[in-house]
């Protein structure tokens, strides 16, 4: 795989994962209290946090079959933004009755399970190209923070111009390219490309 088609799918998952943590703490401040708003953060860093564990573990076995295991991650990523949004609009967390219902903790418990799944595909993609191209460090890792930083300048203002759907769907469709790149960078059609289509719109209407 070329290094533009590497560097391209990098920057765009940066992109949407950095926009995807905005959005989800927008929404915690907004249907929680303001201050479950950095639980968002520490999920991250769980998410990220497996991932890495687990590619410390068993990253050595990944590399003969490294484009594969890109495509698999960035596949997952997709559907994975919008069923979580999904999913936790759905888990009834009330901050008022967390001093009195034990169940709160429960809520609060499946947040980060759900919340957390796309930062774990989203974390091992990076991992992954990390792992693959030590000798494109430097390269990967430019491209990986100029994603983040323009994902987080991009949806700021989107979060005042437009409604919470749109704020949730911008990622899902940055997710979406980021798929694209990694067929792009694959030569000649694969049975895994016909279920592509179908996993896109799955996720725009889950969003």
């Not at 940066?14 to 209290?33: C, G, Q, V």
């Not at 953060?41 to 497996?50: E, Q, V």
């Not at 495509?71 to 008022?96: C, D, E, K, S, W």
């Not at 991009?154 to 979060?159: E, S």
Request: hydrophobic content about 60%; overall charge positive; cysteine-free.
């Amino acid at each position: 795989m070329g290094s533009r088609h590497r560097f391209l799918s990098l920057f765009l998952l940066s992109t949407a994962l950095i926009m995807y943590e905005l959005a989800a703490m927008r929404m915690f401040a907004i249907t929680s209290w303001s201050h479950f708003g950095s639980l968002v953060i520490s999920t991250a860093l769980l998410g990220f946090g497996l991932s890495g564990t687990i590619l410390t573990f068993i990253g050595r076995r990944l590399e003969p079959d490294v484009p594969a295991w890109l495509y698999r991650a960035a596949t997952l990523f997709m559907p994975a933004l919008a069923a979580a949004h999904v999913l936790g609009q759905r888990i009834p967390f009330n901050p008022i009755f967390i001093g009195s219902d034990p169940l709160q903790l429960l809520w609060i418990g499946l947040y980060y399970v759900v919340y957390g799944v796309p930062f774990f595909f989203g974390a091992a993609f990076i991992g992954i190209s990390f792992l693959a191209h030590e000798g494109k460090v430097h390269g990967l890792y430019f491209w990986n923070m100029l994603g983040s930083s323009l994902g987080g300048l991009a949806i700021v203002p989107a979060m005042a111009k437009v409604g919470a759907w749109w704020n949730y769907l911008l990622p899902v469709l940055v997710a979406v390219a980021v798929l694209a790149a990694r067929l792009w960078a694959q030569a000649g059609p694969t049975p895994a490309r016909a279920a592509t289509g179908a996993l896109a719109v799955l996720a725009l209407f889950l969003a």
